[in-house]
């Protein structure tokens, strides 16, 4: 038999990796009870720290990821990675090397890495990164790595509230800037540059520094040079990386801005999903569907009829 | 005084690039009697084809777009550019020369373009795009290119469902397969390795046609090499575009499932609308925020709360 999620829970607090990964399953497909198990995990949480590691594809960000990790294992750290890497269906996940890369990492004592590929999922893969970074902070983790592809609107909200913020770049990618225009040059905490043995990697330094001089900080971010297929200067980035956590106070106001948008990030996942579910289960979805392929309706007007309810219940 | 929705909508039909334009921001804007007039517009629409055209920042796109237009002006077509690019704060908007090179575009004629920055619009990204292509294809447009980056979630479900999916790669961006691998393998009707003048063209020509042949594609998307800064290929390009445009013969299937995606889409981004809006202006959004961070509540707690009256409306 399935086990409980009050099981599940207490099996967590007692560090099964194994109740770790089917709690975030659960959660993930929203299986019965979930709201109220989140509800018991919640105030287990608030050790971990959040890092979200952001950048083009093709920067080196996975194994950056993973050498980052294995820096803070080496520091007696408990570290959770969560891979946010759109899957293409020709192969089931990420088609080269990520997926053997991370493979080694997660094999290292405390490691615990969750890949996520919820490709389609309207808006609900910042609330499903959120969940599961809350579940490994109940857990115990004590920093979790998120790595995101950082130009698409969605993967940039996923690290937009994380404590810290790295992005990712890296030499000889089209116009350097180019890679980093993409709404993130704000919420940088940090910048790599990685594959810093390639040309043009000061180039890349120098961008990012006028682009910074541009800007209104008062403590602009620091720029990194990588190389981290060779483990190279992986070490001062992390100890920056935690200078900066441990001098970084987040102000009220900050986090009373990330807690709203939790919030509404979580009602409107759920809202969403339950027009998927409930729209299609009852065949009202089909009957509209069919009345606007044969020209007797149109989009519009479904919806005005299907949201007056719902407003009149949110007033 | 502002004119009223009938009348922009008459004068969109008359030709009016001004109405054009008013339409497209007050139907973005959603100013109340948007879906009322997105009602009105809707029978005018079905004329138009959607060309999809995504890649990863650095690929060219913009100027490859730009190229394609000036190609179907020719042609004596006439053509709608939207342009998804997620803005920065930094700039307010792109950085570079995208804008430029758009503007150059735009002031040709018969070409109209249009830039979203819908940076943090929840899943609201894909349905704006939409609504703009109706707009368009009222007025009159012919072909209508809707640019984005191909790597987030939300720039994929963009071009989707548009007739025919262009994919960008260009040589040099890292393993080259890398720039490719984020789910649009599978959504491209052809692939384009632009900037084919540097070193490594025929690489990445070889990695996608090599990815393709894992695939169990009857007909496998053709693959172009240009170079758009020179023009080079355009020609050839278009008119395979438009060729595999004319045969292409979407199955009933496909066209119902575009039609209910839009559905979803369409009441989704409405029902996130009005918990931004409803929640933020009756106040209790600020108290929950107030009850979490004092400890006294917890996200999950508030949203079980709202959301069971919602999903009583629903059922």
């Given amino acids: 038999m399935a086990k409980t999620w009050h099981e599940l829970i207490q099996e967590l607090q007692f560090g099964s990796v194994l109740a770790l990964s089917r709690l975030i399953t659960r959660v993930e497909n929203r299986e019965p009870g979930w709201i109220d198990a989140m509800q018991q995990i919640y105030p287990k949480t608030g050790n971990a720290r959040l890092i979200g590691i952001t950048g083009s594809p093709g920067t080196g960000k996975s194994t950056l990821t993973g050498q980052i990790a294995r820096f803070l294992v080496s520091l007696q750290k408990k570290v959770g990675i969560i891979a946010v890497d759109p899957s293409s269906p020709f192969s089931g996940g990420a088609i080269l090397g990520d997926r053997v890369r991370m493979t080694d990492v997660s094999d290292l004592p405390d490691v615990f890495v969750r890949s996520m590929a919820t490709r389609g999922a309207l808006g609900g893969l910042n609330q499903s990164a959120r969940d599961v970074a809350?579940?490994?902070?109940?857990?115990?983790?004590?920093?979790?790595?998120?790595?995101?592809?950082?130009?698409?609107?969605?993967?940039?909200?996923?690290?937009?509230?994380?404590?810290?913020?790295?992005?990712?770049?890296?030499?000889?990618?089209?116009?350097?800037?180019?890679?980093?225009?993409?709404?993130?040059?704000?919420?940088?905490?940090?910048?790599?540059?990685?594959?810093?043995?390639?040309?043009?990697?000061?180039?890349?330094?120098?961008?990012?520094?006028?682009?910074?001089?541009?800007?209104?900080?008062?403590?602009?971010?620091?720029?990194?040079?990588?190389?981290?297929?060779?483990?190279?200067?992986?070490d001062e980035l992390v100890t920056e990386t935690l200078t900066l956590l441990q001098k970084q106070n987040r102000k009220e106001s900050w986090l009373e801005d990330r807690t709203r948008e939790e919030l509404i990030g979580l009602v409107s996942k759920e809202m969403v999903d339950i027009v998927k579910t409930n729209w299609k289960r009852n065949g009202q979805l089909d009957d509209a569907v069919r009345k606007i392929r044969e020209g007797k309706s149109d989009p519009y007007s479904v919806v005005q009829k299907i949201l007056v309810p719902l407003i009149d219940a949110f007033k």
């Fill in 134 to 234: 809350k579940i490994m902070d109940a857990f115990g983790k004590d920093y979790i790595l998120i790595e995101t592809v950082g130009v698409g609107q969605d993967e940039v909200e996923v690290v937009r509230t994380a404590d810290l913020v790295m992005v990712v770049c890296v030499p000889g990618q089209g116009d350097g800037i180019q890679a980093i225009k993409a709404g993130i040059m704000e919420i940088a905490d940090l910048f790599v540059v990685n594959k810093a043995d390639l040309d043009g990697a000061d180039q890349v330094v120098a961008d990012i520094q006028s682009m910074l001089d541009m800007g209104l900080e008062i403590t602009p971010a620091p720029i990194f040079k990588t190389v981290a297929t060779k483990g190279e200067r992986i």
